[in-house]
């Protein structure tokens, strides 16, 4: 039986039972904020890093299969003659103040006018290091369509979406936008929520593009979750592109972050294929040190494990092979 996840009418909840709070309390991460001394932002200024606006405006191959990580979780995908984005966060600040709060370690590689015509922007739930208030408000007025987990929805129209362009699903629901092209969104174990208020109100999700000749995978933000990456893996899987996130883990929020360890975990239940990580390298969300994420995974991965990790603004041509840029260096 597919997992589903559970709603009571105001609130959804993880399939597994699952902390977000900290096992050792808030005063213990308190003591670690103050004294523990990892690099938890770069000590240098890190760019400026530049996509090729150009480039990537020009009408998308039916063959094609590229991808453009613009920081965190937000990619430009390029699948099968369609161009996708996913998570847009231009913000400064992972916050809700533009003031205080998470902020960048370089600035977006290309600049939020010059993203090219979509044919989807994919989020996968409502933080606000995934989901970035004035960024949707600016894409609002395209007239391009949104697909979103349910009650994401809300926020959007909130934000000058025309409901018409909004389209909010459940695990498994798919859309088709042609024939022979379909999202999917598919389970994650995760939370959400805004404000104090307003917690697991709203669904959070993972994403699978089924194109004609390639199938993707969009992780989102998840915690180990064995079941449900075996069950997107034999129904959809073989991929030919996984992205995955990779920061911001640690033992006391283990349930909904996954980490490089675990990640992999999640790649070899999805069946493997070229693994491009997420959610790293771009704000200081955790205790580790900033490059901690990446330097893991390299060395866990081992050369069985297809890599690729481009330059923030790369764009990379999946079909070429592995990419270690060694930006973070």
Same mark, same amino acid.
């Given at each position: 039986m597919l997992l589903q996840p559970r709603y009571d009418g105001k609130k959804y909840y993880n399939?597994?039972?699952?902390?977000?709070?900290?096992?050792?309390?808030?005063?213990? +991460? +308190?003591?670690?904020? $103050?004294?523990?001394?990892?690099?938890?932002?770069?000590r240098l200024p890190l760019g400026p890093f530049r996509a090729d606006a150009i480039a990537l405006a020009a009408p998308v191959p039916a063959t094609a299969l590229r991808a453009t990580w613009?920081?965190?979780?937000?990619?430009?995908?390029?699948?099968?003659?369609?161009? /996708?984005?996913?998570?847009?966060?231009?913000?400064?600040?992972?916050?809700?103040?533009? +003031?205080?709060?998470?902020?960048? /370690? /370089?600035?977006?590689?290309?600049?939020?006018?010059?993203?090219p015509p979509l044919d989807g922007i994919l989020l996968s739930h409502d933080h606000y290091d995934h989901l970035d208030e004035a960024a949707i408000r600016a894409l609002a007025p395209r007239g391009e369509r949104f697909f979103c987990p349910r009650g994401v929805g809300a926020h959007l129209r909130r934000w000058s979406v025309p409901p018409a362009n909004i389209t909010a699903l459940t695990w498994w629901d798919e859309v088709a936008l042609t024939p022979d092209f379909k999202l999917v969104a598919t389970p994650a174990r995760h939370f959400s929520g805004r404000g104090l208020l307003n917690r697991d109100s709203t669904l959070w999700a993972s994403w699978v593009l089924l194109g004609p000749q390639h199938h993707v995978f969009f992780g989102g933000d998840s915690g180990p979750f064995d079941e449900a990456f075996r069950q997107i893996g034999e129904k959809f899987g073989p991929f030919n592109l996984v992205m995955?996130?990779?920061?911001? $883990?640690?033992?006391?929020?283990?349930?909904?972050?996954l980490g490089p360890d675990n990640a992999l975990a999640a790649h070899r239940l999805l069946g493997g294929g070229p693994l491009l990580p997420l959610h790293w390298g771009t704000f200081n969300l955790a205790f580790h040190a900033w490059r901690q994420p990446v330097q893991r995974?390299?060395?866990?991965?081992?050369?069985?494990?297809?890599?690729? +990790?481009?330059?923030?603004?790369?764009?990379?041509?999946v079909a070429a092979g592995p990419v270690n840029s060694q930006w973070w260096k």
């Open positions: 399939v597994l039972p699952t902390s977000v709070s900290p096992p050792s309390g808030y005063g213990a +991460l +308190l003591r670690r904020y $103050a004294f523990e001394k990892a690099e938890r932002e770069p613009l920081g965190h979780s937000t990619m430009l995908l390029e699948v099968d003659g369609r161009r /996708f984005l996913t998570d847009p966060v231009w913000a400064q600040r992972a916050s809700p103040s533009q +003031l205080v709060g998470p902020k960048r /370690f /370089f600035a977006p590689p290309l600049a939020l006018a010059d993203v995955l996130e990779i920061g911001a $883990a640690d033992a006391e929020w283990a349930n909904i972050h995974l390299i060395e866990a991965a081992g050369p069985q494990v297809p890599l690729l +990790l481009p330059t923030p603004g790369q764009r990379v041509e």
